[in-house]
């Protein structure tokens, strides 16, 4: 194997690592929403949040990250505390640019509840 090779592999291999990593938080800019998933259903999220309940629309350009880590759709589960940025329409609708999922680290203070390892890798 050439060293160019070697070196294409190598930068390539970096590149797959990042790609699996959320980008820096600093770079969420706008108005964050908090709140906790009542419901998804389809392209729409419903969030309880200290204003009420609050109709979140997800689309393919929304992106899921937990923690530093990318996260999916999927993991929107009802329960879960998010934090969402986005754009709100003049009907109050707030169009998710990302969607912070927090139940990572959170160390038993939640009422016991179901305990979900994902285990997929
Ligand atoms: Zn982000």
Do not use: C
Not at 7 to 32: E, F
Not at 77 to 105: D, I, N, P, W, Y
Request: proline share 1%; no cysteine.
């Amino acid at each position: 194997m050439s060293i160019s090779k070697m070196a294409t592999g190598v930068a390539l291999a970096l590149l797959l690592a990042a790609a699996g990593l959320a980008h820096d938080p600093s770079k969420h800019k706008g108005r964050a929403t908090k709140g906790e998933v009542v419901s998804v259903a389809g392209d729409r999220l419903e969030l309880r949040t200290a204003a009420g309940l609050k109709a979140v629309t997800l689309n393919e350009k929304t992106k899921y990250e937990r923690g530093d880590q990318i996260a999916a759709k999927a993991d929107l589960k009802a329960g879960e505390q998010v934090t969402v940025f986005g754009t709100t329409l003049a009907t109050g609708e707030l169009v998710a640019r990302e969607v912070l999922l927090e139940g990572a680290r959170k160390a038993g203070s939640q009422k016991s509840g179901v305990r979900s390892q994902k285990g997929k890798s």
